[in-house]
Each structure stands twice: as C-alpha cells, then as structure tokens.
C-alpha cells in the first residue's frame, strides 16, 4: 500500500471515519499547538484539552495542583491562571504540574481527531521531530485547525513545510489540500530572507488577530523552526498530552 499524506485545512473538512485508526497531526500555529509544545518542554506533567471552559473547570477541580489554561477571543478567560501565550508557561510556573487547557480552535481541533491511531502536536517549533515520528506511517493526516472556521494561512504554511520535509525521505502520494499546501510553502521558502516567516504570520488572519490583542512576540515564537527536538501525543483513551 502506498503511503499518503492528507492534509485538512480545517477540522471539518476531516471526515472522523478517514481519520480512525490513522497518525494525525493537529496544526494550530497561533496559538494552541505552539504553546502545549512549550508547556511540555518548560516540564508540565502533562496536558489535558477541553473544548468548553465549562469543561476545563471542573476537571481542574478535580485534579491536585492543576493549572487552568486558555483563551477566548486570544484573551485570557477569566478567572484561569493562565492565557494562551507559550512566554507564559515557563519552568518555574508550570514544571511538575497537569495544565487544563481550552482554547478556541486547537482543541477543538483535538477532538476531531478522537478516532485516530495516534494524535501527534504539530508546530513550527517542533517540526522536524514531528516529521521523524511520522516517519513508517502509511496514512498520514494533517488537520489545520483554522481560525473561527475559515482557513488560516499559518496553518496551511506548517502543513506544507511538514508535507515538502517528508517529501525527502521517501514517496508520498498527496491529496489535493497537501498539494495545495505544499506549493504555498514551497513559494513563501523561495522568498523567505526577503519576507521572514514571522512577517508571513503576521499577515494572516489568526497573525492579525494576535497582532490586535498586542501579543507580538507570540508570533514571533510561532515562527522560531525547530526550536525543540519533542513531539506531544495526545492519547485518545485518557485524553492527555504527554511527550513522546
């Protein structure tokens, strides 16, 4: 059987009988994927994502030392410890704790992808270690998640550049989205010294939407490639996220 890669540009667009039993990657540049990467790096425990605030309250109740994370509108819910920036989940805050986090599209995204075989976390950040774990997988799929249902352009950059990387290690057939993706981050690479990437994500929708709340430096992190050598996985038996 040939290996494929699928790409989604958004969660919808996933059909959940595809998706079972298959790797999926949840691409959520700006921000949630970005930031659950450097919460497991700065030494969370683990992580544990909810779609509704309602959610991600009582089961931080529930949990000794839990620290409640996320956003709505990008701006921290009130009443949590914490927002949806990856500055904010340092060592010294984070190290040792369980972290429930809800945010507005990347956990929703999560829950798509209840049915697959494995949930890998993707980002800039991490890209080539998620590209060495997808590697002996032979249906790959990559679920953007998107920004208040429409495409988003950081998304569809990180898929592709995922898409070309895993392009050079063996051959992969592509749907018509991967291709899609791929030819867009093939394109923004030409001219990446002219135009940085940080500049391309300020430019999109979800980049403008951070840009407007003032939280600049969260796109530059985004933007920052291979900053970490880890690859969170969300088991979809316990629904928690821990290092690979």
């Known amino acids: 059987m040939s290996s494929v890669i699928h790409v989604h540009l958004l969660p919808e667009l996933a059909p959940e009988e595809a998706l079972a039993g298959s790797t999926t990657v949840v691409i959520d540049v700006l921000r949630a994927t970005t930031t659950i990467v450097h ?3 700065a030494g969370a425990d683990h992580v544990v994502p909810c779609i509704s605030i ?28 914490l927002g949806n920036s990856p500055s904010e989940y340092s060592p010294d805050v984070v190290g040792g704790h369980t972290i429930v986090f809800t945010t507005t599209n990347g956990t929703k995204a999560m829950q798509r992808c ?4 494995r949930i890998l976390i993707g980002a800039f950040v991490n890209l080539t270690a998620v590209c060495r774990e997808l590697s002996g997988a032979e249906q790959v799929h990559l679920v953007c998640a998107g920004t208040a249902g429409e495409v988003t352009r950081e998304d569809v950059l990180l898929a592709g550049a995922i898409v070309d990387l895993m392009g050079t290690t063996s051959d992969w057939q592509l749907n018509d989205a991967a291709q899609i993706a791929l030819d867009a981050w093939r394109a923004a690479q030409e001219d990446l010294v002219a135009v940085p990437l940080v500049e391309r994500l ?10 407007a709340i003032g939280l600049e430096n969260d796109i ?8 970490f050598d880890l690859v969170p ?8 996220i821990r290092l690979r």
Do not use: H, P
Request: no cysteine.
């Open 114 to 117: 209840q049915r697959a075989g």
């Open 39 to 41: 919460m497991l790096a």
């Open 54 to 81: 309602e959610d991600a309250k009582e089961k931080g109740a529930a949990i000794e030392g839990a620290i409640l994370g996320g956003e709505r509108g990008g701006v921290r819910i009130d009443g949590f410890d």
């Open 233 to 240: 996985e969300l088991d979809a038996k316990t629904w928690e």
């Open 202 to 211: 300020q430019k999109s929708r979800g980049g403008r939407n951070v840009l």
């Open 220 to 227: 530059q992190i985004a933007a920052t490639l291979d900053k």
